[in-house]
């Protein structure tokens, strides 16, 4: 288990990305990129967690990554940088959805949803409670979020910041008290992801990302993802009534214009697209997992390829 003074892969990525550009690396000024891992098919993809950055050129990197592969990005943010978010995506609706960010024990929480949802936000990034994340005393929080119909975006799993509070069966909990509320939990709780999967299992609106080491340390036994999402649409054992891989999402979590170091986009799509062909996943839920679903839960737009 890492220690709590080891930075976090997503912290470290985003400062090695912000000294490489600091430094004029020649990848950062707009030298060709490293090809992808394997052939990318031509899909509509809804990045469902891309987190803001204030780096100089952060915008302008995430469209020339993103463009290209007909795809938008769900970018998180602070309130004081949901400014630049809200403005981006105001220039550039094709690409950019916003979102928000906030820390469940600010006592400014409720205020920061209302902002949020009063600006445009879609949906809101949650991370590192100092209670568990079923504790009741979130639960106002939770549902303000669901009266204004965001989607709730919650870090699942072990953190190296020190935060062993957000083990994946706490959504149950939560999904149980406010059904109508639409939740994404990152990293499949890793490493509980057979706990991750049953929750998904059992409730309709829980869906998941892969993000972070996840397909990194697991890349050469994938199929083990069967195992845990096992059931492959209506049974007497799956209340959601959908393939099971239905309930991954596509996300990142990692910043664009990265890619020549082997990040990013087109890394994470690779990624994605082994996990899918080594557990036998049909084209038409992975079209879901890639954009559908999130489409349909933010009604966007399903664009052509």
Same mark, same amino acid.
């Given at each position: 288990m890492p220690s709590p003074l080891v930075p976090s892969r997503r912290t470290f990525l985003k400062s090695a990305g912000a000294a490489a +550009? $600091?430094?004029?690396?020649?990848? $950062?000024a707009g030298a060709a990129a490293s090809p992808p891992r394997r052939e990318l098919p031509r899909r509509f993809v809804i990045d469902a967690h891309q987190h803001f950055s204030p780096t100089p050129g952060y915008v302008d990197r995430l469209l020339a990554s993103y463009r290209p592969r007909n795809a938008m990005a769900c970018v998180n943010g602070w309130r004081?940088? &949901?400014g630049a978010i809200a403005a981006a995506a105001q220039k550039h609706p094709d690409t950019i959805i916003p979102y928000g960010r906030l820390s469940v024990d600010d006592a400014n929480a409720l205020a920061d949803v209302d902002y949020f949802a009063a600006n445009g936000a879609r949906g809101i990034k949650l991370h590192s409670p100092?209670? *568990?994340w079923d504790d009741e005393r979130y639960f106002p929080i939770y549902e303000r979020i669901t009266k204004h119909g965001l989607m709730a975006l919650f870090h699942t799993g072990i953190n190296a910041g020190g935060y062993p509070r957000m083990r994946p069966s706490l959504l149950l909990t939560i999904s149980a008290k406010f059904p109508e509320l639409y939740i994404l939990g990152a990293h499949l709780g890793n490493p509980w992801y057979a706990e991750a999967a049953e929750v998904a299992r059992v409730r309709p609106r829980v869906y998941? *990302? %892969? @993000?972070g080491s996840t397909l990194i340390k697991k890349e050469s036994n994938l199929k083990s993802f069967k195992e845990y999402l096992w059931w492959e649409g209506p049974t007497n054992h799956s209340p959601a009534e %959908?393939?099971?891989?239905?309930?991954i999402l596509f996300g990142t979590d990692e910043q664009p214009g990265l890619e020549a170091k082997g990040m990013g986009l087109?890394?994470?799509? $690779?990624? &994605?697209? *082994? +996990? #899918?062909? $080594?557990?036998? %996943?049909?084209?038409?839920v992975r079209k879901k997992s #890639?954009?559908? @679903?999130?489409a349909r839960i933010l009604k966007v737009p399903v664009r052509a390829t």
């Open positions: +550009l $600091a430094g004029l690396a020649p990848w $950062a004081r940088e &949901y100092q209670r *568990d998941w *990302d %892969v @993000t %959908v393939h099971a891989f239905e309930k087109d890394n994470m799509l $690779a990624r &994605y697209e *082994d +996990l #899918f062909d $080594a557990c036998g %996943v049909p084209e038409a #890639f954009g559908e @679903t999130m």
